[in-house]
C-alpha cells in the first residue's frame, strides 16, 4: 500500500542544509499498521508530510497505492486525496475556529462531489456518529468541544473521503492521559470496521506497542531498526532502540525499580550537521571506531521479519 | 519529619460568573529526602496548588483558607517580604518550559547569580556558588556555560540550569511543574536521574507535578492523585500501581496499555468528563463517571479515609467494588 | 468485541451545550463601554452631517450681513464666522465633507492595501517580494509630506484628496493583512484543507480571509481617525477642501485670525475633529477587545 524508497526530503535554512528526512525506507501492506517512532526532531512529521503530498521529497521514491507521490498532479493527485489522509496532532489547530463541526465535514462532502445538500447532511450525521460523536456536535464551533471530541472531529474528517490509508501524526499525544485510551480504542475499531491502513507516528512507545503491527525506528532522519511490534518493543537490537526502550517510564514501579540505571548521555545532534558515520555514534555505548567513519547499512537480521542498521548487530 | 506540609489548603479564582473553587481542601505532607509526584486530569488544580505554595498565584486567584508549613512555620501568616526570601531561599520551582523562566537577555551564570545576591550572597562568593551550582547538574565546563544565553543552549541544557538556579540557595523544598514534558525521553530520563541524585544528596523534599504514570512510577515515593480540585488517593507508589483504593486511580491506571500484554484487546476507558467547577455536584464529584458508585455516592461529598497503605477520599472500599472488567 | 464502539459518545459531551456561537460582532461592540461609547460619537456625528445634507437648519454658504462673527445666539446656534456665515451649518458640512474623504479614502486603501496584503502573503515567491519592496519605498516617505506632495500633483477636490489619503495608507493595510495571512497559511487547518484537496481560491477565501478579518477590522477604525485628521490637516494647509466650501480643517485655518474675540468659531470645529477621531479610536477599542480570540474562545 505504502512503498517508500530512500525517500529523503532536506530544507535549506540560514544554518545550512537540514537533513529533516535524508534515505528513509519503508513499506506497509494494505490493512497493517506501521508505527514510527523516535525523537523530536527525527523527522517523524516530516515523512507524514511527504506522504500526504504537502511536501515534496527531494530525492527517493513514494508509492501509495501505485501513485507516485512525488509528480502527483491534476487528477492523480485527486485520487491521492482520495486514498491517504492526515490527522493531525493538535486537535484544535487543525480545526478552522470560525466554522461549525457540519460546516467543516460537509465542505470536505462538496469539494470532491460526494455528496450535497440532503445526502451531505445524512453522511455529516454517519461520519460523526462513525467516530462516536452525536449529530448534535455538527451544531458546535470547535472552541465548544473537548480535546476527545475535537479529536473525533478530525478523524471524522478524514474519513470523509472514504480514504485507505490514514497517517496518523501524534494523534493521542495533546490528549489527557484518561481520553487517550477512548481515542485508542477508537482507532482500533475504525481500523477494522474499514479495513484501513495506518501509519500512526508517536513517541509513546506504549501506545504504538498497543496498536501497531510492526513498528520502525527513526534517528537523525533515518530509520535505524524495523520489525514486528514484540520484536522492537520487548526485543530491541538496535543500540539507540535498546536506550529509547530504558529511557521510556513504564506505568509500573516494579519495572522501573528494575532498571539499570543507565542513561543515553549526550544531547541529539541537529540534523543540519549530522555526525559522520553511524549518526548515534557520539551516543552509542558499544560505539568502535569503524563506526565513527562507515555508515552501516539497514540490514536484514537472522531472526525474520526484521531490518537494523548497525555495525555490531 | 514532614518538611513541606499542606493542610486543607483551598483556592479560588475570580470569573465572571463569581469566584471558582480551584483547589478544595487539600492535606498533603512531604517528608526530607521523599518525592511525591502529583497527578491527575488537565484543570485539576495541580498548578494551583503549586502556585499556592510559592505564593505566586496568577491575578485574580487568591488562598481562601487552609496552612502551608514549612518546618513547620506557616507561610500564609508572613509577611510579604518574609514570604520572598523563604521562596527560592526554602522553596524553589522548577517549571514545564524552561525558557520562560530564563530572561533571554542576561547569561545564565549573571541570572544564577542574580538569584544568590537577592537573598544576601555577594562578590566571589556568589561567582564560585554560582560555577558550583553549574557543575552539580552535570553540565560541563561550568564557565562556558556561565557566559552563555539561554538560546545558545539545548532544551535539556536548559532545564539544567534551570534546576541549577533553583537548588543555588539549597532550598528544602524543590516543586517540579511539568518540568519534562517539553523534553525528548532520553533527555528526560537524564533531567529525572538528575533531580533523583540531587534529592539524596540534598535531603530535598520534592514535589513533582506531571501527566506521565510512567515518570511517576519511576522517581515518586509516594504518588497524590487530584481529580476536581481535591485528593481523590495519596498512597505509597507501589500500593497505589499495585492496589488503587479509589475508583478513579484504578481506572487511570487501568487506560495505559500494559507494555507485558502479548495481547492486546480495547484499552478501558473512562468516558464522560471531569464536572464543571462552577457547578460541582453535591455528591462525589467523580459519581458521574464512576464504575463503582453506589446510590449513597451522588448525596454527600466523601472525606479522606484511610485503607490499606491509602488516604482515599471514597466511601466504597476496593472489596466491595465490581470485578476489574467492569471499572473502565 | 472488537466491532462495538466505544461507548463514550453521549457521555462526554458537555451536560449544558452552551449557546451554539457567540452573539453578533455590532453587539459584541455594544457590550465593550469603550466601543459603545465610540459608537454613541460617531453616531451622533454621522446623524449631523446627514442633517447637513438636506439643509435643515441653515445654508452653509449664506452669507448673513446682519451679523458677522457673531456670538452663538437663538438665531444661530454656534455662532458666525467673518463672512456672517452660520457656524452650525459650516461644522455639519464640514463632518460630512471629512467623513466622506476619510470613508472613500479608506476603503480604498482596505481594498487595495487588504488584497495586496493578501494575496502576496498567501502566495508568497515574486508577487510577495514585489509587493514587499512596494510598500517599503512608501514607508520610506513622511506620511504628511506624501499626502500633501500627492495632492499638489493630482490637483484639488476632495475626492484627489480621499487618493491621496489611500495611497499612503495602503502599505499600512498591506502590512496588516500581510502579517496574520503568513500564520493562518501556515496553521494546521489550512494544512488540512490542502490535504484534503481543496483549491487555493476555497483556501484563501473561505479559510484564510474569515480568520485575518479581525485585525484588517480594527486597523479601518483606527485609519478612518487618521484620515480625518489628515484631511483637517491638508484643508488647513490650504491644499485639501477649497473655500467657499465648509471644512474643519479651513475653518479651524481661518478661526487664527479673530479666535482671541471669537472663539466659538475655533471651538466648534475643533472640537468636531476631536470627537471623530476619539470616536473612533474608541470604536477601534472595541473592535479588538470584541474580535480577541481570548473572548471569542471562552
Ligand atoms: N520547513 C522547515 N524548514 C527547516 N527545517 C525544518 C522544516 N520542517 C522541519 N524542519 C526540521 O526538520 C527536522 C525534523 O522535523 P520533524 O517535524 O519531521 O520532526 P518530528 O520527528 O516530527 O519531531 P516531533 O516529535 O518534535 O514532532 C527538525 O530538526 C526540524 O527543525
Ligand atoms: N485565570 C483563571 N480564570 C479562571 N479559571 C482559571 C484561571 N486559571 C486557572 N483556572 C482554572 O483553574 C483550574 C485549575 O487549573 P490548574 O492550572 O491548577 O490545573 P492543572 O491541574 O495544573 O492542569 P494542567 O495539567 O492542564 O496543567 C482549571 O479548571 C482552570 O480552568
Ligand atoms: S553502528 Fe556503531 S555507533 Fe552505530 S549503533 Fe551500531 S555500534 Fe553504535
Ligand atoms: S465515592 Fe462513590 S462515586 Fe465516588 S469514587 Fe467512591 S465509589 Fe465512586
Ligand atoms: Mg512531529
Ligand atoms: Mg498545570
Redesign the pocket.
Given at each position: 500500500m505504502i512503498e517508500v524508497t530512500e525517500a529523503a526530503r532536506h530544507?535549506r535554512?540560514s544554518d545550512g542544509v537540514?537533513r529533516?528526512v535524508d534515505g528513509v525506507s519503508f513499506v506497509v501492506a494494505e490493512g497493517e499498521t506501521l508505527g514510527l517512532v523516535?525523537e523530536?526532531?527525527?523527522?517523524?512529521?516530516?515523512t507524514a508530510k511527504l506522504l500526504v503530498a504537502l511536501e515534496r521529497p527531494t530525492a527517493g521514491t513514494i508509492l501509495v497505492d501505485g501513485i507516485d507521490v512525488a509528480t502527483a498532479r491534476g487528477a492523480e493527485l485527486r485520487r491521492l486525496r482520495r486514498t491517504i489522509q492526515l490527522v493531525f496532532q493538535d486537535p484544535y489547530a487543525s480545526l478552522n475556529p470560525r466554522r461549525r463541526i457540519a460546516a467543516t465535514l460537509a465542505e470536505v462532502l462538496a469539494v470532491h462531489d460526494l455528496a450535497r445538500g440532503a445526502a451531505a447532511t445524512r453522511r455529516v450525521g454517519e461520519l460523526l456518529e462513525m467516530v462516536g460523536l452525536p449529530a448534535s456536535v455538527g451544531e458546535r464551533y470547535p472552541h465548544q468541544l473537548s480535546g476527545g471530541q475535537r479529536q473525533r472531529v478530525g478523524i471524522a474528517r478524514a474519513l470523509a473521503v472514504e480514504p485507505r490509508v490514514l497517517v496518523l501524526d501524534e494523534p493521542v499525544s495533546a490528549l489527557d492521559v484518561s481520553v487517550r485510551a477512548e481515542v485508542m480504542n477508537l482507532l482500533v475499531s475504525l481500523r477494522a470496521s474499514l479495513g484501513l491502513t495506518y501509519l500512526f507516528i508517536s513517541?509513546d512507545l506504549g501506545m504504538v506497542r498497543h496498536l501497531c503491527d510492526r513498528i520502525a525506528v527513526m534517528y537523525l532522519g533515518k530509520v535505524v531498526e524495523a520489525g514486528g511490534w514484540r520484536q522492537v518493543s520487548d526485543d530491541p537490537l538496535h543500540p539507540y532502540t535498546r536506550s529509547l526502550h530504558d529511557a521510556v517510564p513504564v506505568a509500573d514501579p516494579t519495572v522501573e525499580s528494575g532498571r539499570s540505571g543507565r542513561t543515553l548521555t549526550g544531547e541529539v545532534p541537529d540534523?543540519a550537521a549530522p555526525p559522520p558515520g553511524c549518526r548515534f555514534h557520539p551516543r552509542c555505548p558499544i560505539a568502535e571506531d569503524r563506526c565513527r567513519t562507515t555508515e552501516p547499512p539497514l540490514l536484514a537480521q537472522p531472526d525474520g521479519d526484521r531490518l537494523v542498521a548497525c555495525h555490531l548487530v | 519529619m514532614s518538611v513541606l506540609e499542606i493542610v486543607d489548603l483551598h483556592a479560588v479564582v475570580a470569573t465572571d460568573g463569581g469566584e471558582l473553587p480551584v483547589v478544595r481542601g487539600i492535606s498533603l505532607s512531604i517528608d526530607a529526602g521523599e518525592i511525591v509526584g502529583l497527578v491527575g486530569e488537565s484543570g485539576s488544580g495541580k498548578s494551583f496548588t503549586a502556585l499556592s505554595v510559592l505564593g505566586l498565584l496568577p491575578d485574580g486567584a487568591r488562598v481562601s483558607g487552609g496552612r502551608i508549613l514549612v518546618d513547620g512555620e506557616d507561610l500564609l501568616s508572613l509577611r510579604a517580604a518574609e514570604r520572598r526570601t523563604r521562596r527560592g531561599g526554602t522553596v524553589a520551582m522548577i517549571y514545564q518550559d524552561p525558557m520562560t523562566a530564563l530572561n533571554p537577555l542576561m547569561t545564565v551564570g549573571a541570572q544564577i547569580a542574580e538569584g544568590l545576591r537577592a537573598h544576601g550572597v555577594d562578590g566571589a562568593e556568589a561567582k564560585k556558588r554560582t560555577l558550583a551550582a553549574i557543575e552539580e547538574v552535570g553540565l560541563p565546563r561550568p564557565e562556558r556555560i556561565a557566559r552563555s544565553y539561554p538560546h545558545r543552549l539545548s532544551g535539556g541544557q536548559r532545564q539544567r540550569v534551570v534546576i541549577a538556579s533553583a537548588l543555588a540557595l539549597r532550598p528544602k523544598v524543590l516543586i517540579a511543574d511539568e518540568p519534562t514534558t517539553a523534553l525528548d525521553v532520553t533527555i528526560q530520563q537524564q533531567i529525572l536521574a538528575l533531580v533523583d541524585e540531587l534529592r539524596v544528596a540534598h535531603d530535598l523534599a520534592v514535589l513533582w507535578i506531571t501527566h506521565d504514570l510512567g515518570v511517576v512510577a519511576r522517581i515518586a515515593n509516594r504518588v497524590a492523585v487530584m481529580y476536581a480540585g481535591r485528593i481523590a488517593e495519596a498512597a505509597p507508589t507501589r500500593s497505589l500501581f499495585a492496589a488503587p483504593q479509589h475508583p478513579y486511580s484504578a481506572a487511570l491506571l487501568a487506560s495505559i496499555p500494559s507494555p507485558t500484554d502479548t495481547v492486546r484487546g480495547p484499552l478501558p476507558q473512562i468516558g464522560g468528563a471531569p464536572p464543571d467547577l462552577t457547578a460541582l455536584p453535591p455528591g462525589c464529584p467523580f459519581e458521574p463517571r464512576c464504575a463503582q458508585r453506589e446510590p449513597g455516592c451522588a448525596a454527600t461529598e466523601p472525606d479522606p479515609v484511610h485503607r490499606g497503605d491509602a488516604d482515599t477520599a471514597c466511601f466504597v472500599p476496593r472489596e466491595r467494588w465490581t470485578t476489574a472488567e467492569e471499572a473502565g | 468485541m472488537t466491532q462495538e464502539m466505544p461507548p463514550a459518545a453521549a457521555a462526554v459531551v458537555p451536560a449544558a451545550p452552551r449557546t451554539a456561537g457567540q452573539p453578533s460582532l455590532p453587539r459584541r461592540i455594544l457590550a465593550d463601554r469603550n466601543g459603545l461609547i465610540g459608537v454613541v460619537l460617531i453616531g451622533a456625528l454621522a446623524l449631523i452631517a446627514l442633517a447637513s445634507l438636506v439643509h435643515l437648519g441653515q445654508d452653509p454658504l449664506a452669507q448673513h450681513q446682519s451679523g458677522q462673527l457673531a456670538g452663538p445666539s437663538g438665531a444661530h446656534w454656534l455662532g458666525t464666522d467673518q463672512f456672517g456665515r452660520d457656524i452650525a451649518a459650516r461644522v455639519a458640512a464640514g463632518i460630512f465633507a471629512s467623513l466622506r474623504v476619510a470613508l472613500v479614502s479608506v476603503a480604498l486603501a482596505t481594498v487595495i492595501g487588504g488584497l495586496l496584503g493578501v494575496l502576496s502573503g498567501f502566495a508568497g515567491g515574486i508577487l510577495d517580494a514585489v509587493v514587499g519592496r512596494l510598500t517599503d519605498v512608501l514607508f520610506a516617505f513622511p506620511a504628511t509630506l506624501l499626502a500633501l506632495a500627492l495632492v499638489a500633483a493630482l490637483g484639488h477636490g476632495w475626492f484627489n484628496t480621499a487618493v491621496a489619503i489611500a495611497v499612503v495608507y495602503t502599505p499600512i493595510f498591506v502590512r496588516v493583512a500581510r502579517g496574520p495571512v503568513l500564520t493562518v497559511r501556515e496553521s494546521e487547518y489550512v494544512r488540512a484543507g490542502r490535504v484534503l484537496g481543496f483549491s487555493r481560491s476555497r483556501l484563501l477565501f473561505r479559510h484564510v480571509l474569515p480568520n485575518v478579518s479581525a485585525p484588517i477590522a480594527v486597523q479601518v477604525a483606527l485609519a478612518l481617525s487618521w484620515a480625518i485628521l489628515t484631511e483637517a490637516g491638508l484643508s488647513f494647509l490650504g491644499l485639501g477642501t477649497q473655500p467657499p466650501n465648509p471644512s474643519l480643517g479651513l475653518m479651524v485655518a481661518d478661526s487664527r485670525n479673530f479666535f482671541p474675540d471669537a472663539w466659538w468659531t475655533l471651538l466648534f470645529p475643533a472640537l468636531a475633529v476631536v470627537v471623530a477621531v476619539v470616536g473612533l479610536n474608541l470604536i477601534g477599542d472595541g473592535l479588538r477587545n470584541a474580535l480577541d480570540p481570548r473572548t471569542v474562545r471562552r
Open positions: 530544507y535554512t537540514v529533516a523516535g523530536s526532531g527525527c523527522g517523524k512529521s516530516t513517541h540534523p | - | -
